[in-house]
């Protein structure tokens, strides 16, 4: 059982598919961090200046 998850997990495309959503919750994490703003609607950093 646990050789067949290893040999699951070291398959070319499974790697990639586990990187993509990594990347991709990463990527939306951001965007609904910061928000969806436009550059008018947000604070930006040098406005005090």
Known sequence: MIN???AFLS???VKWF???IYY???LLLL???YGFNDAS???YIY???
Do not use: E, H, Q, V
Request: glycine content about 10%; aromatic content about 24%; hydrophobic content about 45%.
């Open 4 to 6: 067949k998850c290893k």
């Open 11 to 13: 398959n070319y495309k």
């Open 24 to 26: 991709l919750l990463i």
């Open 47 to 49: 406005n005090d200046f």
């Open 31 to 33: 965007f609904f961090m």
């Open 41 to 43: 609607a947000g604070s």
């Open 18 to 20: 586990g990187r993509f």
